[in-house]
């Protein structure tokens, strides 16, 4: 029985990957999984720590984590239906700010599927933490 059903899940696993991997007649699909994944041009953490703002009010209520923000690369690699995914409780100035950033983000080289650019969703984690002005320099 235990082998039937590892079978099964391995056929339902093969036909949902291989169901993406189809050429599609509509252009607006979104894929999850590509032959070729959208690549960021440049290194994604340098423009979030470079362009991230921690809010004030975040700050002055000591409010850290990590905020799980999805969205779209279209075939033209521009970012769109951004959205958060999960937040931080009592963090929404963070949530904001999160949507902000990657909705300014530059164009990234799209995902490819079959030789053809196609619309991907993404999620990316940011994590908001303060520094603690009790650590020495230098550790």
């Known amino acids: 029985m ?11 696993g093969f036909s949902n990957a ?46 850290q984590g990590t905020v799980y923000v999805q969205f779209i690369i279209e075939r033209d690699g521009s970012v769109s239906s951004v ?16 949507v902000r950033v990657v909705s300014a983000m530059p164009v990234w080289t799209p995902g490819m599927q079959n030789g053809h650019p196609v619309r991907v969703q993404y999620m990316v984690p940011i994590h908001f933490m303060l520094a603690d002005n009790n650590i020495p320099s230098g550790k």
């Open 83 to 98: 959205k958060v995914l999960r937040g931080v409780e009592g963090g929404r100035s963070l949530e904001n700010e999160a």
């Open 2 to 12: 235990k082998t039937i059903l590892a079978f099964c899940i391995v056929v339902l």
């Open 18 to 63: 291989y169901s993406q991997s189809t050429e599609s007649t509509d252009p607006n699909e979104v894929y999850t999984v590509v032959q070729s994944q959208p690549v960021f041009n440049g290194k994604i953490n340098t423009y979030l720590s470079d362009n991230i703002k921690y809010p004030e009010d975040a700050r002055k209520g000591n409010i």
